[in-house]
Structures are given as C-alpha cells and as structure tokens.
C-alpha cells in the first residue's frame, strides 16, 4: 500500500512537472514573438533616416529650412543681445565720464556762457596738477594784472588831461589783456558818457560790470540814466521799480522813473511820483511844469491854473505860460482871464502868435460874447478891418461897431491877418 501510494504521488508530480513546462514554452513563446516584433520595430525605426539627417540633394539649398532658419535666428539674437550689452558698458562708461568732467569743469563751462570771460584763462585741473612748477600760473597772471592796470593809470591821466580818445585806447587796451579789469570798465562808462552818440557803447559796458556785481546802486543809475537818454521809457520804469524794490528810495531814479511814466502816458503813476518828489524839494520849477502839464492832460484844469499861478514870477515872459493858462481859462470858461493874458501876450509876442492861438475851437464858445468881440477889434488894424470888411460884405456896406459880426467868415479874416 505504500509502495502504491508512494507511485501514485510520483505520477502525480511528474504530472504537474509536465504542465509547468507546458506553461514555460506557453509564455516564452508569446514573449519571444511579442519582443521579435519589437526588435523589428525598433530596428525598421533606426534603420530610416530622420529629415533632419537627410542628405542635401542640393549643395546650394537647405535640405531643412525649418531648422537653419531657426538656427540663423538663434545667431542673430544672440549678436543682437551681445551688442546691446557692449553698447549699454559703452554708454554708462561715457556718461560717468561727462558727468565728472562737467562737476569738474563747472568754471570753464561758465566761461563759455559770459562774454565777458572769454579772454580770461582759467586754471585747468590735468594741466595744473601734471605741471611741476605751479606757481608758474600765477606769476604769469599777477604780471597780466599789472599790465592791465598799468594801461587803467595810462588812460586816468588821460582823462585828467581832457585827452578823451588816447584815454578810451587805453582803456581798450587794459581790457584787452585783463577783460574781467571793473576798475577799467568803470572809467570806460564815465567815458563814453562825454562823447554823443556812445550809449549802446555805455550800456554794453555797464552790463558786464553788473554781470560780475550786480550788486551796485551807482551802476544802476548809471544804467537807467543812459535808457532814459535814449527815450526807452519802458526799461526805465521795469528798471527803477527793481532799483526801489532792492536799493531803496532814490530822489534821482524816481525823478527819471516819473517823468518815464509821463512819457508813457501814465499819467497817474506819474502825479503820484511827482508829489513824492515834490516833498523833498517844494519849490523845484520843473516838478511843477510837469505837474502843470499831467493836470492839463488830464482835463484838470484848476489844479493846472493854482500852480500857473505858483509859477508865474519865473515864467511870465514864456510863451508857453500864457498858451497854458488862457487855453486852461477858456476851458473853465473865465473870459476875464482869457482876454487880460491875450492882451499880455499881445504886447509881449505879438500878434501873428495871437492869431494863431485864437484859431483853436477852444475860443468858439466866446464868439458871440461882446467883450470877446470888442478884444478882436482892438486886436485887428485898420487895415485889417478894411480887409475884413470887403470879405463879410461884398454887396452891403456894414459898421465895424456891429453889435453882432459874423463870425462864419471868421477864419478867412484871420488868413488876411497873417498876411498882414
């Protein structure tokens, strides 16, 4: 019974032996077959030439545009970048260098900006700091400053011997070699200010002091009293109203600022200054004239009258007096005045003047008045009255003691007073 078990138990296992090797050949040849297939893909898949290994049919063509395109692009961009950092290196290195040479040099670029400095040497940093003998500079600028000013005592000794020209040369001369010498451009403006015709000269000069110190009332004056020389009002007023803003009060800049605001017809201002003045000298004729005149301008003419009046010990003999205070009269419609002044000024510049004031339409409103009347009568000759009588009536005799003449043909009776 063992025996027969123990055999029954070996068939058994051969039997399973047999199947696991069934099953082995089983799976190994599926898996030989699938990687056989497999190798072959794999090989077929090597073995065919990608187009980007193609060999070129045409040696002057690309077999793979697509990819040497992008290649040549690649290079560009990359050359393109490359420059951009060389040039940003380049640019940042060269702004350095400006921004120190300017913050350095800041006097030699001020140089180029003032006129006046251009023929002045300045130091320069490399030059000054190489050079071993420094003080080789400055004897050669002490020995320029002696020159100038040695040429500065030349033309003052001119000047004092009334030699204006020789002392002006040497002015030019100082100058020449010492542009920035104030000293010479302070006797050169007092100069100029002998000769006519010199005020651009004079100014131009005056300028390039202030541009070194600007600093100095005098030179102002100096300065405005030349623009108002040359009737520019307008840089007279702009001018004296900076003076006053920084200098303070000046009798003489507010005389010439004043009489500028007349002559700019700003005639408000100008009373307005005019008093300032006047506080300061009363009795000065010439602040009254002036008065007397912008009162006249602006219509007010009793104000004119009462300084006429102010005046009239000084000005009686002129003819502009009497013109002012009768055309200011007749405007306030006081005949009385009128005609005593006309009498006046009759006896003192005679009658052709007369006539010629009794022609303004200022008089029209007394020409119907008896007094006006009888004045006119006296003023004319008896041959003048023959005159007029011929051109009033032609067809009818008429009486020269009318109460009521025409005065229509009033005019032609004065053109035959002239003549006469």
């Known amino acids: 019974m063992a025996l027969m078990s123990m055999k029954k138990n070996d068939e058994i296992n051969n039997f399973k032996k047999d199947n696991y090797h069934n099953d082995d050949n089983i799976y190994n040849t599926v898996g030989n077959r699938s990687l056989s297939e497999s190798d072959n893909l794999s090989s077929s898949s090597y073995n065919r030439p990608h187009s980007i290994d193609k060999k070129r049919t045409n040696e002057d063509s690309f077999s793979n545009s697509t990819r040497d395109a992008s290649a040549l692009y690649i290079i560009l961009r990359s050359c393109i970048i490359l420059s951009i950092l060389v040039l940003s290196i380049f640019l940042i290195k060269w702004g350095t260098t400006i921004y120190r040479d300017n913050k350095i040099d800041h006097y030699v670029i001020t140089e180029e900006k003032i006129p006046i400095l251009e023929n002045t040497k300045l130091i320069n940093d490399n030059d000054y700091f190489i050079n071993s003998n420094k003080l080789s500079f400055f004897e050669s600028q002490i020995n320029i400053w002696e020159e100038s000013n040695r040429f500065l005592r030349i033309a003052s000794e001119n000047k004092r ?174 005949l009385n005045h009128v005609i005593n002044n006309l009498s006046k000024s009759v006896n003192i510049f005679g009658r052709a003047v007369i006539v010629k004031w009794i022609e303004d339409p200022v008089f029209d409103i007394f020409k119907d008045d008896k007094m006006y009347i009888a004045f006119l009568r006296r003023l004319s000759s008896e041959d ?37």
């Open 161 to 334: 011997q009334g030699n204006t020209k020789e002392a002006i040369k040497n002015c030019y001369n100082s100058l020449n070699i010492n542009s920035a010498n104030i000293e010479t451009m302070k006797l050169l403006i007092n100069l100029y200010s002998s000769i006519e015709n010199n005020e651009i000269e004079m100014i131009n000069t005056i300028l390039r002091i202030l541009t070194f110190d600007n600093n100095q009332p005098k030179i102002y004056e100096k300065l405005i009293t030349v623009l108002y020389e040359i009737s520019d009002y307008e840089s007279v007023i702009f001018l004296s109203e900076y003076y006053q803003k920084y200098f303070g009060y000046s009798y003489n800049i507010n005389f010439l600022y004043a009489n500028a605001l007349k002559n700019s017809e700003l005639l408000d201002e100008a009373l307005i200054c005019f008093n300032r003045l006047l506080k300061d000298n009363p009795h000065n004729e010439e602040l009254l004239n002036s008065k007397i005149d912008i009162h006249i301008r602006l219509h007010e003419y009793e104000s004119a009258i009462s300084l006429l009046d102010i005046v009239y010990k000084t000005r009686y003999r002129e003819e502009k007096f009497y013109k002012d205070y009768i055309y200011c009269s007749a405007k306030l419609g006081n």
């Open 384 to 420: 003048f009255n023959k005159s007029m009588s011929n051109v009033l009536n032609q067809d009818q005799s008429i009486n020269l003691k009318i109460k009521k003449p025409d005065f229509n043909q009033k005019n032609e009776s004065f053109d035959l007073l002239k003549r006469k």
